[in-house]
């Protein structure tokens, strides 16, 4: 027996207003049951994701109304959430501790009359090494922070730098990345940013956190994803084309950011991508389309490395190649990803996959889809979860 995805539910998305977490979370998931053809009290599961902007708690189950539920979790890996959500979601199917399991992430940082980047100021104090709610710092972290890396702009800078200097990684390599995905996103309606940008604009466009441009960078988001996980068996008979789980893994590498470790040069990538292909059966040259976190152009570059689309060092050469835009020959965050679309935390990338395997893409449906490899990454390279899914059933 294999596991699905049968239902993909999408709120407003951007710098929408006035709604909590714990609202959008359970609009979310209302439209996701509805996608799938399915009754709120049809589900026996909900999986719940924190977010920048506060939590929807396990107490949206209650919003919802639901009863006699037999699995319900606060699930928290930043944003390697969603791939762990899924991946626990198809576990408890597959060994019967439920049958139908909502996983949703919702978030609402941004503010009216307030930046983006206030989002995370709010937001203090949940960075490596903080305490959690506060804005100290303790052990190592404290080293860091007393040299001026408080922020995570800071420290993914940081990374960026190391793989520059060991591998000669470019600014404009990593510039190629967000061109790309904007061209993608030039298809997606729900994108925030469809204007199509060009090498030129990124490297005008103001420094971040050197070698990080503005548009190296993610953007932040208000609303709510949520997807809902049954038996391969069930989804045949549901109202939309189930998208097949084939495979799943996690890596948690530990890095510490001091002299000897592979910080910026490795990820958890390495560890989960194999571990979810290897279950897949599939391996990194059976791969149509790449669904990547990309909280940061570089992000994006180093995943690909550490899944074995291109040799430890040459992701910058990948990325310059063309191979990751519309007629490329990887196309990779077909929606625009979180640097163009929206902020979902891992709920980004997932819901692309989704939307690409059902073959809803529209201007941006990639040529082929029998193998989408999906990403999340979260923290400083702390986390990383992968999926394998298809349209297609494992085996068939």
Not at 296 to 312: I, Q, R, S, W
């Amino acid at each position: 027996m294999g596991t699905s995805i049968v239902g993909l539910g999408m709120t407003e998305l951007g710098r929408v207003y006035g709604r909590s977490p714990r609202r959008l979370a359970a609009d979310a998931v209302r439209l996701a049951a509805a996608d799938a053809g399915l009754a709120l009290g049809d589900l026996d599961g909900l999986l719940v994701s924190h977010g920048i902007g506060g939590s929807p708690g396990i107490e949206l189950a209650d919003t919802l109304g639901l009863r006699d539920l037999r699995l319900l979790a606060l699930v928290n890996s930043y944003g390697a959430t969603a791939g762990a959500m899924v991946s626990y979601a198809a576990m408890s199917v597959l060994n019967g501790s439920a049958t139908t399991v909502a996983c949703v992430f919702a978030d609402a940082p941004l503010k009216p009359k307030q930046s983006a980047g206030s989002a995370y100021d709010r937001a203090a104090g949940t960075g490596p090494g903080a305490a959690p709610g506060k804005t100290e710092w303790y052990g190592f972290g404290g080293m860091t922070a007393a040299l001026g890396l408080r922020s995570v702009n800071s420290h993914y800078a940081l990374a960026a730098q190391r793989h520059m200097a060991r591998y000669g990684t470019t600014s404009e390599q990593l510039g190629a990345i967000a061109v790309a995905t904007r061209r993608w996103a030039a298809g997606n309606p729900l994108a925030q940013l469809r204007e199509p940008i060009t090498i030129e604009d990124h490297q005008r466009s103001r420094w971040v956190s050197e070698p990080l441009h503005l548009l190296d960078c993610c953007l932040v988001s208000n609303g709510a994803v949520a997807v809902i996980v049954t038996s391969a068996d069930r989804a045949r008979d549901l109202a939309r084309p189930p998208v097949h789980l084939w495979g799943w893994g996690q890596g948690h590498p530990g890095h510490r950011r001091e002299r000897g470790s592979d910080f910026g040069l490795t990820t958890g990538a390495a560890a989960s991508g194999a571990a979810a292909m290897k279950m897949a059966g599939v391996t990194a040259a059976d791969v149509d389309v790449c669904e990547l976190y990309d909280c940061y152009t570089y992000t994006v570059l180093v995943t690909l490395e550490d899944y074995g689309f291109c040799a430890k060092g040459e992701g910058g050469a990948f990325a310059a190649s063309g191979a990751l835009g519309p007629g490329g020959s990887l196309p990779t965050n077909t929606g625009g990803g979180q640097l163009s679309a929206y902020y979902m935390w891992g709920m980004t990338p997932l819901s692309e996959a989704v939307i690409q395997a059902r073959g809803d893409g529209g201007q941006r449906q990639a040529p082929c889809t029998d193998v989408i490899l999906v990403s999340g990454n979260g923290g400083i390279l702390d986390h990383h979860s992968t999926l394998v899914v298809s349209p297609h059933e494992k085996g068939a």
